[in-house]
């Protein structure tokens, strides 16, 4: 008889604690706690983005901070005058070449060329081993 109480006793503990987590389950599966548990989520996620985003904002000022210290835009660097490019001059031997028939710089005046050579003078036809001036071969073929 003792035995039957006992297991009664253990019976009804487990079919309160059952229902006891039963209960909590369906406290938790109702509409207004899903969208409860939805928001908490949503502010908690919320907060760490805006930590997240001052965090990145920290760092952004202090690099920007590094950035002009070293480069001097903070007023402590001397600024070196402007150096004067030199003009380029001409090589011995190298020709300008002309703007092309109808491009926006064939419209432009013609500069004062500094080459000793002019671009419409004919090369000299160099004379090959067994011709004459003419270019034709002694041989009569050519």
Do not use: C, Y
Not at 70 to 78: K, M, N, P
Not at 79 to 91: G, Y
Not at 133 to 138: D, E, F, S
Request: proline content about 8%; cysteine-free; glycine content about 10%.
């Amino acid at each position: 008889m003792v035995r039957r109480i006992f297991w009664m006793a253990v019976g009804a503990g487990a079919a309160v604690w059952a229902m006891g987590k039963a209960n909590e389950a369906v406290h938790r599966l109702t509409p207004d706690s899903i969208s409860g548990t939805a928001a908490r989520g949503a502010l908690r996620l919320g907060d760490a983005a805006k930590r997240f985003a001052q965090d990145v904002q920290a760092g952004m000022a202090e690099r920007e901070q590094e950035l002009r210290a070293d480069l001097g835009l903070d007023g402590t660097a001397v600024v070196e005058p402007p150096r004067r490019r030199r003009a380029l001059r001409p090589e011995p031997g190298h020709r300008a070449i002309s703007a092309a028939p109808g491009s926006p710089a064939a419209a432009l005046p013609p500069k004062r060329s500094t080459t000793t050579k002019s671009i419409a003078e004919p090369r000299q036809r160099r004379a090959l081993p067994g011709s004459n001036p003419t270019g034709r071969t002694t041989d009569g073929v050519g």
